[in-house]
Nanobody
């Protein structure tokens, strides 16, 4: 089993920055990729950024390219999401997810492990 714990959410004005963190605990040795998702009220949960733990390749949703950066620490048990130039439409509950064996990418299906989420609110 793998447990994921997000932190770093908060409220910020448009144009500001936040850094989210996700700590993975438990049987993390077989995690293939970790992904940040977000869900705004009344909307579908969408993939924002994914990192392949072996090699560190990252991929981003078009809506955040150039503004968000995902990274991991050397132990690969923690991932981060640096969010710059935040917009009100970035307001959502942000979740961390992990997949063993193969990576579903930015699609929601296929992730075995999910965190509880951390709220990001961007005011105009």
């Amino acid at each position: 089993q793998v447990q994921l714990l997000e932190s770093g959410g908060g409220s910020v004005q448009a144009g500001g920055s936040l850094r989210l963190a996700c700590a993975a605990y438990g049987y993390t040795y077989n995690i293939y990729c970790m992904t940040w998702f977000r869900q705004a009220p009344g909307k579908e949960r969408e993939g924002v950024a994914v990192i392949y733990t072996s090699g560190g390749s990252t991929y981003y949703a078009d809506s955040v390219k150039g503004r968000f950066t995902m990274s991991q620490d050397n132990a690969k048990n923690n991932v981060y999401l640096q969010m710059n130039s935040l917009k009100p439409e970035d307001t959502a509950l942000y979740y961390c997810a992990a997949a063993p064996g193969s990576c579903p990418g930015l699609t929601r299906r296929g992730y075995n492990y999910w965190g509880q989420g951390t709220q990001v609110t961007v005011s105009s």
